[in-house]
C-alpha cells in the first residue's frame, strides 16, 4: 500500500476522515447509499452490453447557479383521490392541507407536498409493456416464486416543483429564456413560479417556495374519505429518492445540474443518483432492459417516468415496520439495494402499493445517513 493511501486510511480509522470522503479520493463511489443504487443497476456486471460509455453528457447551457431549497410539491393523478389521500395521511402521517372535491393537497412533513388529483385512468398496455411482463412473470415461475397478474396503476406523477433560490421572477424568466426553455407563468397570491419542459417533456416546475414561505400554517382540512386504517407512528423525514426513468439520462442529468444545481453522483453505465441539494436524491436511469445479455434499446422519442418514490422515515427498525405494514392488510417487498439480509444491510427499506397501485417504497435512510456518514 502506498504511503498516500495508507495516510487516507489512517485518517479515516482515526475519525479524521468520513466514509463519504475517503470514498471520494480513492475514486470509488460516491458514497454507500450511491453504492446500494448501483447494486440497482442494469450494469452490475463487468462487460454487461451498452454499459462501457460513462462519460457525463455535456452541460446544455451556461449553469444557472441557482440552489434547489424545497420540493414545494409533484402533481399525481389518480383515479380515486380520496382513497390515495387518506391512504397517505394515515400510513405516513400526511396531514390534507386542502380537499375541493376533485384534488387534495398533502403536506409532506414541512419540507414538501403532495397534490392528488382525480379521475385518471390508465391507458392499456402496450405490445412492449405485454412482452416486458410476460418476460418478468417468466422468470418468476423459473425461482420458483408465483408471477402477478399484470395491472397497471391508476396513477401517475406527470409533474413536479422545485423551490430555488435566489429568486426574482423576472430574472429566473429571462435566465429560462436565455437558455431556450418556454417559461409559462402560474401565479397564487406570494407563490410564484414557471413551468418548463425538461429534455424528455416533462412539466418542471420552478418556484419562490422555501421553508420560510410555505407551509406557515397547520394543515388541518377535513379529510374526504375514512382512514383506511390505524395511523402509524412513523414521521417521514427525507426524500430518499425519485426513481426517474428517461431515454437519455445522461443527457437529463446534465440538464438539471446546470439548471437547479443538482449534484451528479456515480454515472453506473445506465443511471447515476444525482443529490437535489439538502432535500433528497433522484435516481435518474434509462428505461428497464429485459434481456440482460443485450444491450437496451432506448425508446425512439423522449420520454419520463417515475417509477417509484423512496422515503425515509423515523422510527425504522426492520422487523416492526414490516408488521405494521402488514398489520393493516399491505405488502412489504423488502429492498437493500443488492443481495444483503435487511438486518444487517447498510441500506434498508421496503416496497409497497397504494389503493391506485402505484410502488412506494419506504427507508431507513434520513439526510445524515444519505451518503454513509456526515460529512
Known sequence: MSDDLSMLFEKFDRGQLSR?????????????????????????????????????AKLPFEPTGWRTVLLDHFTCRVHDYKKEAAYYNALMNWNIRSDNGKEA??????????????????????????????????????????????????????????GIEPWNARTVEADLRKRGLSPVA?????????????????????SNGNRQNRRRTPAHAQESAPAPFAHTNWKTVWLDHISYQVSDYKKTVAFYQALLGWKPGVDEGSQNQVEAGDIGDLIIRRGYRIDPKKPMAPPPAPHATIGHIAFGIQPFDPDQVKAELEKRGLSASADTGGPDDIHTAFYKSYHTTTPNGFDLQISATTKATRSGQPT
Open 20 to 56: 463519504r470522503n475517503l470514498m471520494k479520493a480513492l475514486g470509488v463511489a460516491v458514497a454507500l447509499r450511491p453504492a446500494a443504487a448501483l447494486a440497482q443497476g442494469q450494469c452490475g456486471k463487468p462487460g454487461t452490453p451498452g454499459c462501457d460509455d460513462k462519460t457525463p
Open 105 to 162: 393537497m398533502l403536506d409532506i412533513g414541512d419540507w414538501g407536498g403532495l397534490l392528488l388529483k382525480g379521475g385518471y385512468t390508465a391507458p392499456p398496455p402496450t405490445a412492449a409493456e405485454k412482452a416486458r411482463f410476460a418476460q418478468f412473470q417468466e422468470r418468476a415461475r423459473k425461482e420458483g416464486r408465483k408471477p402477478r397478474a399484470y395491472t397497471p396503476p391508476n396513477a401517475t406523477f406527470d409533474n413536479f416543483c422545485w
Open 186 to 206: 402560474e401565479n397564487h397570491g406570494e407563490f410564484e413560479s414557471f413551468h418548463v419542459k425538461d429534455p424528455e417533456g416533462f412539466d418542471l416546475q420552478i
